[in-house]
């Protein structure tokens, strides 16, 4: 399995390249407590089409090292930005979910896009869903530390109580089978301990307005409306007005596992967007 080491600390760090070298680039960060594999939907399809496939796995998830360090926004932002490095790749379009979409708007608020062209926020937590000055209509971070404590006391339980919501699955043309909702429950679970607990800390420290607004590329953002992880009005709607070039795309009866249930209608709205062509360089 190939491996990149971190440029802030050494930490050993998994990714998958797919498809051909010399295909459109397509960059994937996932979700929280998972790793490459949520995308499997959107990566074959798009890397049997010719399009090159790369996607990483978090510190402390999937096959990555279980580091004890580096649960912050910038460092996951660095491990990002090192991966880019590593492998050379240009005119990327940068696609992350969930969490996964704050690292990858800070990792262009941080480095620069240079190497990136396209940025695609997938059922993003963006700007952010705890209160702070920034989302003052988050959820009220009492509620948060509630929460923790039963996920400190028991993840498993924990993971098992949401994964329907996740996906919406009581909502028509959401079928997702028992079997693979076990499959990612059980995915989740191999993330470590302080992995866990630590990428928590982020989602709850998460305030990037300002940032989503100082933006340069073009920006896809992909919603559904029922998602109760990153409701509508304090997530999409104003992630979609604070970005200077953004694209808006709603999925009826869309929760936050949209990546599955909603699996066709995102990898063509992301094929579409990837085959766009580079953005042109602001000012």
């Known amino acids: 399995m190939p491996y990149y080491e971190s440029p802030v600390d050494g930490t050993r760090l998994h990714y998958v390249d797919h498809g051909p070298a010399t295909g459109p680039v397509a960059v994937f960060v996932a979700s929280a407590y998972i790793g490459h594999e949520m995308w499997e939907y959107q990566m074959l399809p798009l890397a ?55 690292e990858a708007v800070r990792c262009l ?13 997938v059922a993003a937590i963006c700007p952010g869903v705890v209160r702070s000055s920034g989302t003052p209509d ?55 301990w302080r992995a866990a607990t630590g990428i928590r800390a982020v989602i709850s420290a998460l305030d ?34 604070l970005v200077p070039d953004g694209t808006l795309k709603v999925y009826e009866r869309g929760g936050h596992g949209l990546f599955v249930t909603h699996a066709r209608q995102l990898t063509a709205d992301l094929r579409e967007f990837i085959e766009a062509g580079p953005a042109v360089a602001a000012g």
């Open 138 to 192: 988050g959820v009220d971070p009492a509620v948060v530390r509630a929460d923790l404590e039963v996920f400190r006391r028991d993840r498993a339980a924990w993971f098992a109580a949401g994964v329907d919501s996740f996906f919406a699955v009581h909502l028509p043309g959401n079928e997702v089978s028992p079997q693979y909702v076990r499959y990612v429950t059980d995915r989740c679970m191999t993330t470590g």
């Open 48 to 102: 049997e089409a010719g399009f090159r496939c790369v996607a990483l796995d978090r510190r402390g998830h999937g096959c990555s090292d279980d580091a004890w360090n580096g649960y912050d926004l910038d460092t996951l932002a660095d491990d990002v930005q090192g991966l880019l490095d590593h492998l050379d790749l240009r005119e990327v379009t940068l696609i992350g979910h969930s969490v996964g979409a704050g």
């Open 208 to 241: 990037l307005a300002a940032e989503l607004a100082s933006l340069d590329v073009p920006v896809l953002v992909v919603h559904g409306t029922d998602d109760t992880s990153a409701p509508l009005a304090r997530t999409r709607e104003r992630t979609a007005r």
């Open 109 to 121: 608020t941080r480095h620069g896009s240079a190497r990136v062209v396209r940025l695609a926020l």
